[in-house]
């Protein structure tokens, strides 16, 4: 546990950090995140798994497919996360307030 000299110095810097940025801290007082599985990394353990076993038994024009299959996969998981704005920044405007950070 913290002593109260570094509570108060703790308050102070997320008071200040509230005053700065706030759409920054209103992300990061969310209490819950959309879409936080980990589909991602669940798609490479399983084209990792899969992998040999697609090479050994259909060939490495299978297992190449394979993998591009994924790496499109991931593309998309990505776009689909951006455009739904999963990463806290889609729709912010920076202090311009053009909308780009």
């Known amino acids: 546990m913290l002593d109260e000299k570094d509570r108060r110095a703790l308050a102070d810097i997320e008071q200040r950090l ?5 759409a920054f801290a209103r992300r990061m007082n969310a209490t819950t995140v959309r ?3 980990p589909a991602i990394a ?3 353990a399983t084209v990792f798994l899969a992998l040999p076993f697609v090479a050994l038994f259909l060939g490495p024009k299978a297992a190449l497919i394979l993998i591009d299959l994924a790496a499109v996969a991931v ?3 990505l776009a689909c ?4 704005g999963q990463d806290g920044r889609t729709g912010e405007k920076n202090q ?3 909308g780009q950070e």
């Not at 509230?18 to 706030?22: C, G, I, N, S, V």
């Not at 996360?81 to 739904?84: E, F, G, L, Q, S």
């Open 75 to 77: 593309v998309v998981i």
């Open 42 to 44: 669940v798609l490479c």
């Open 18 to 22: 509230r005053a700065d940025d706030p």
């Open 35 to 37: 879409g936080s599985f």
């Open 81 to 84: 996360r951006n455009i739904r």
């Open 96 to 98: 311009d307030g053009d």
